[in-house]
């Protein structure tokens, strides 16, 4: 609760959960008590058992009564592996947003080819695929490789990049990239972990970062990576190391 309440503060507003996660639950009760406007991002998990329509908003509803929500935004399929394929699990989301109850619908962990499968199927329903979200970070960047990001700018698509941080690695052990990281912190005076959040999100406005953090004061830090912009040299800087 009190980390809930710090992130609103410092001026985060966006909680990413996902019904595997066990943490509908009690972020649910922290929305109980601190009533601020939030968006919340949730995820069905596309087990093989869940073919029907009924098994899908039997989902989306466990997911709103945990969370004490009428409405998710957006609400992803959180794999695209299932018996139905990506066509079908876009016709069965594309249900539930007809329900009115999730306000964007978004897939993750979806390769650039399932991306532009699903977005051609939500297209038949008059739906705009929202978001993809991949796991990206400066240490992890596959999707500049694979496709996923080109995607994105292609299909006007949010990219919400998970382990941001690469689960917290980003600190120095005397890698190239943790002394390029460091001497752009220092001469900043920001922290590595700022430095490797802002240029993540230098990379692309669609880019959003929700890093995890169970105390409050490394959330305060990594909401200090936004409001400022790495120069055209440090990026290029951190380009160098990592290539
Ligand atoms: N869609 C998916 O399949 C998927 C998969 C994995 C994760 N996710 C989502 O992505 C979120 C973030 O991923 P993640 O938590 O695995 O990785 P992460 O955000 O890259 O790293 C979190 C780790 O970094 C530490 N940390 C946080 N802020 C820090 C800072 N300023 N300096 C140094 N260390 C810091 C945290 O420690 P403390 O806890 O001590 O603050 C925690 O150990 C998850 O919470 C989840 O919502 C989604």
Do not use: C, M, N, W
């Given at each position: 609760m009190p980390v809930f309440g710090a992130a609103i503060d410092a001026g985060a507003n966006l909680f990413d959960t996902a019904?595997?996660?066990?943490?509908e639950k009690p972020l649910g009760e922290c929305m109980r008590r601190d009533r601020r406007s939030v968006h919340i991002v949730t995820k069905f998990a596309p087990y093989p058992?869940?073919?029907?329509a009924r098994s899908f908003h039997k989902a989306l509803d466990g997911s709103l009564s945990r969370l004490g929500t009428?409405?998710?935004?957006?609400?992803?399929?959180?794999?695209?592996?299932?018996?139905?394929?990506v066509s079908r699990l876009m016709d069965r989301f594309a249900e539930i947003a007809r329900a009115g109850k999730v306000r964007a619908i978004g897939v993750s962990n979806f390769s650039a080819s399932q991306m532009f499968v699903a977005a051609k199927r939500l297209e038949r329903h008059g739906i705009a695929l929202a978001a993809n979200e991949v796991q990206y970070s400066i240490v992890h960047r596959d999707s500049e490789q694979n496709g996923v990001l080109e995607a994105c700018r292609k299909l006007d698509?949010?990219?919400?990049?998970?382990?941001p941080l690469s689960g917290g690695r980003n600190?120095?052990?005397?890698s190239p990239l943790d002394k390029a990281l460091a001497e752009i912190a220092r001469a900043r005076e920001k922290t590595i972990a700022q430095v490797g959040l802002n240029w993540l999100l230098s990379k692309d406005e669609r880019i959003v970062a929700i890093p995890g953090a169970t105390g409050a004061e490394h959330l305060r830090e990594n909401v200090g990576a936004v409001g400022w912009t790495l120069s055209n040299e440090e990026v290029a800087a951190l380009e160098q190391v990592t290539r």
């Open positions: 019904e595997v996660y066990r943490s058992t869940r073919l029907s009428e409405t998710i935004d957006p609400y992803l399929i959180h794999f695209p592996f299932s018996p139905l394929g698509v949010a990219l919400i990049a998970y382990r600190r120095q052990d005397g």
